[in-house]
């Protein structure tokens, strides 16, 4: 009934996928579950879990509900999703960028219940320095992703709010690596976004941080 996933650099530890079905039956069987998890750089052992913390789970109507972030509350490998929930969405888009992942999550945004599993973490994730998920590129295909299936409200209602908060880290990401120019380009296209909803800090603070770091 649910679909689960790891990514292959990825670990699970001991108890994830019971931690998972006590959700699933204790929860009243929400669509979508998502849990926290701890960074491994490099295969360091650093942030391993040693037991197993006390439980904490947060449940909401929706993810689109939550004040959960996609991008850096869970992972891919921290998803269990209703294998009819999937379906319906379509899963996975097949051409691969970055982000593919949170063009799902806005995609199963308003299916019928959404937990987040705060305690204990869910994943251990081996962070590699020369992975997709640190390349500009797919960082930008992306963004264009997001920005393309926002607009043409190819995301339930309510997505904006969540389409924003990764756009906002799209761009600083692009700014860091460089690639200063595409930044700006998904700043100036998301400015209304962000006026209408009174992000005023991003709007204010990141034409100083990319002047600050391109003088």
């Known amino acids: 009934e649910y679909v689960s996933f790891l990514d292959s650099d990825d670990q699970w530890p001991p108890w994830t996928l019971q931690v998972y079905a006590d959700t699933i039956e204790r929860r009243t069987k929400p669509s979508f579950i998502c849990g926290g998890f701890s960074n491994v750089v490099d295969g360091s052992p650093t942030g391993l879990p040693v037991e197993l913390t006390e439980r904490s789970v947060d449940v909401y109507s929706d993810f689109f509900s939550s004040n959960v972030n996609p991008i850096?509350?869970?992972?891919?490998?921290?998803?269990?999703?209703?294998?009819e929930e999937l379906?319906?969405?379509?899963?996975?888009?097949?051409?691969?960028?970055?982000?593919?992942?949170?063009?799902?999550?806005?995609?199963?945004?308003?299916?019928?219940?959404?937990?987040?599993v705060n305690s204990p973490i869910c994943a251990i994730r081996n962070f590699q320095?020369?992975?997709?998920?640190?390349?500009p590129k797919g960082d930008m295909c992306g963004a264009?992703?997001?920005?393309?299936?926002?607009?043409?409200?190819?995301?339930?209602?309510?997505?904006?709010?969540?389409?924003?908060?990764?756009?906002?880290?799209?761009?600083?990401?692009?700014?860091?690596?460089?690639?200063?120019?595409?930044?700006?380009?998904i700043y100036w296209r998301t400015l209304l976004w962000h006026l209408q909803m009174g992000r005023f800090k991003y709007v204010l603070?990141?034409?100083?941080?990319?002047?600050?770091?391109?003088s």
């Open 72 to 83: 850096t509350d869970f992972l891919t490998s921290t998803t269990v999703v209703s294998r």
């Open 87 to 116: 379906l319906r969405v379509g899963g996975f888009a097949a051409h691969l960028s970055n982000w593919e992942d949170v063009d799902l999550f806005l995609r199963l945004g308003r299916s019928k219940g959404f937990a987040k």
């Open 129 to 135: 320095f020369d992975n997709l998920s640190r390349s």
């Open 144 to 185: 264009e992703r997001l920005l393309r299936n926002e607009r043409t409200r190819a995301y339930p209602d309510g997505s904006r709010p969540k389409v924003t908060e990764c756009l906002r880290a799209i761009s600083v990401t692009l700014v860091d690596t460089g690639q200063v120019q595409e930044a700006w380009a």
């Open 205 to 214: 603070g990141f034409p100083l941080l990319a002047l600050r770091l391109t």
